[in-house]
């Protein structure tokens, strides 16, 4: 019962903290599980707990701290500036269409199944448009991540996955059928960054921002930059080689030809050769991307801190079991309505492995006793994805806020009640097609 408590103490403490704004995430990540640790009485094992969840997650933050440098040179040098060029010219400066387009291109990346490609693909193309706008990053980094929540379910994106193998199911049996949910998921994630495309609209000409005039001085601006220091790092001239290069990376890194964190090392040292060969210029392009870059791989290691004791002080078992003791029997024929809604929560405070791994299992075995199959139980346990995603557990989030360059709390409450749409549609898009039973 105390350790219930502590866990709960421990994530509920933790989110107010950085909600409110009294703590950093990355501070809260280190100091609330220490002290919730020591608590419980744990402190001669914290040591071991901190380092085994910095180990699990270091590949991460290695991984990570590469991609940013590689981005940032691909930022720098210019290699997304005609593309930048060429939306311009398509959206005519509208900032509906540029939202909306953002959407449609992180709902396609998104197909490779790896949300940290999607982050960083779709911001590296679309930020400098939204910055030559006026448009709010935080806009992006949104849309951004709800066409990686709802595109999360696909079987190669992990969670499908999880289930399937949690529950010793085929994992075409469990993600076919969400397959119209899954569209009525994307629908959504177009219709709210249409939603939001409006409200950028509304907000730019409240400030006097003239869409046809943006248009014109952008497409100046583009064809004759003016000396500065963004314009002092492009390389027009390897603009093909840059873009050989990332497409060679992204291949790669999609056929799994080496570790991400090797691929983007390699990458990001290949880069800086082609691009910045001089040590003077590979000095200054670290200098100014190691704010951002710390940023990022701070909290990553942090994390694995509070991961670490989570699951070394059994915190995260603790939370599961007593969820499960309170759903009463009247609920039981409902369990799989119960799961997709215990979804949410669950994959926002614990990782998604204890969640598919530690409590699925236990639901799905109640949900048999009242008629509800293994197959559907998994289907209903994905609903949670598109919140999972702002969970500070989940590195790649981190890596969104880093590259878009906004707070992470200011990110989650933009972001959440967008992420709650995305769920609720999922979850009644399954149980309209019927591959979530409304009861067993």
């Not at 590689?70 to 509208?94: C, K």
């Not at 492995?353 to 236990?362: C, K």
């Amino acid at each position: 019962m105390l350790l219930t408590l502590l866990a709960y103490g421990m994530v509920i403490v933790f989110m107010t903290l950085i909600m409110t704004k009294k703590l950093s995430p990355l501070t809260a990540l280190i100091l609330v599980p220490v002290a919730f640790g020591i608590a419980g009485g744990f402190a001669p094992q914290l040591g071991e707990m901190m380092v085994a969840g910095i180990t699990k997650l270091a590949p991460t933050g290695v991984m990570l701290m590469f991609a940013i440098l590689y981005f940032a040179i691909m930022l720098d040098a210019g290699l997304f500036e005609p593309f930048v060029q060429r939306l311009i010219a398509i959206v005519h400066g509208d900032p509906m269409k540029v939202v909306v387009g953002s959407a449609v291109l992180a709902l396609l990346v998104s197909l490779d199944g790896d949300g940290s490609t999607t982050y960083m693909i779709t911001t590296a193309a679309m930020l400098p448009l939204f910055r030559r706008l006026g448009m709010r990053p935080l806009v992006l980094a949104c849309v951004t991540m709800l066409a990686g929540g709802v595109m999360n379910i696909l079987p190669w994106g992990g969670p499908t996955a999880r289930a399937a193998s949690a529950l010793s199911i085929d994992v075409s049996t469990v993600f076919v059928p969400m397959i119209p949910a899954l569209v009525g998921g994307v629908c959504w994630v177009l219709y709210a960054s249409y939603r939001l495309g409006l409200l950028e609209r509304r907000r730019l000409a409240s400030v006097g921002a003239s869409s046809t005039a943006n248009t014109q001085v952008l497409l100046e601006e583009l064809a004759n930059p003016d000396i500065s220091d963004d314009t002092l790092h492009r390389r027009p001239d390897r603009l093909i080689v840059n873009a050989v290069l990332t497409v060679a990376l992204l291949a790669a890194l999609i056929a799994a030809v080496l570790p991400l964190p090797v691929l983007f090392m390699i990458g990001f040292a290949v880069a800086m050769l082609l691009n910045y060969p001089t040590i003077d210029e590979q000095k200054a392009l670290l200098s100014r991307h190691a704010g951002n870059v710390l940023a990022v791989v701070g909290l990553i290691f942090a994390a694995g801190i509070f991961t670490g004791i989570l699951s070394g002080t059994k915190m995260v078992d603790a939370m599961a079991d007593s969820v499960i003791q309170l759903v009463p029997p009247v609920l039981g024929p409902y369990l799989a309505i119960v799961t997709g809604v215990l979804s949410i929560p669950f994959t926002f405070f614990i990782s998604n492995d204890a969640f598919y791994f530690g409590v699925l299992p236990i639901l799905a075995k109640a949900g048999q006793a009242y008629g509800i199959s293994a197959a559907e139980m998994a289907r209903a346990s994905l609903i949670g994805q598109p919140v999972h995603l702002l969970s500070p557990l989940v590195p790649s989030t981190f890596l969104l806020v880093g590259l878009v360059g906004v707070d992470f709390d200011d990110h989650q409450r933009y972001t959440l009640k967008w992420a709650l749409g995305s769920a609720a549609v999922l979850l009644l898009a399954g149980l309209v097609t019927l591959v979530i039973p409304l009861r067993g």
